[in-house]
């Protein structure tokens, strides 16, 4: 790539936002257009740092446990979480990790001010 790279972590929440979760919502929101700005920012004045972001849908994380593990029926709340996601299943950090190593290679060194969104075609369904 060459120049420097910052990948913010945004959400579809962002986007697709859930009642329960107002503020988790405005910041992702916010990290999206903060991403934008940045690499303007960056790109207008030459420093060769491209800025994305990535948006994931629900992802198996220790967060996502804890969440499970404070309802009642932690069991059909995860079934919720995959019924949401078109493809059958919430996404693992691997699928996250992957599009930041596209981002960090080479393939990428012409995007920034992008949002990616990782996320089993929630966001569109």
Do not use: W
């Not at 060459?2 to 919502?25: D, F, H, Q, T």
């Not at 960056?42 to 967060?63: D, E, F, L």
């Not at 969440?67 to 693992?92: C, F, N, T, W």
């Amino acid at each position: 790539m060459g120049g420097a790279l910052i990948i913010n972590m945004a959400s579809v929440s962002a986007s697709r936002p859930k009642a329960e979760l107002v503020a988790y919502n405005a910041s992702k929101a916010g990290v999206e257009m903060m991403t934008k700005s940045v690499a303007l920012h960056c790109a207008h004045n030459g420093y060769g740092i491209n800025v994305n972001s990535i948006s994931p849908g629900v992802i198996q994380t220790q967060m996502l446990e804890k969440v499970i593990g404070q309802v009642e029926d932690g069991e059909a709340l995860m079934d919720s979480y995959k019924a949401m996601h078109p493809i059958g299943r919430i996404g693992e950090t691997k699928d996250v990790a992957s599009m930041a190593v596209f981002l960090a290679g080479e393939e990428a060194s012409f995007i920034t001010g992008a949002d990616f969104i990782v996320d089993g075609a929630l966001s569109i369904n």
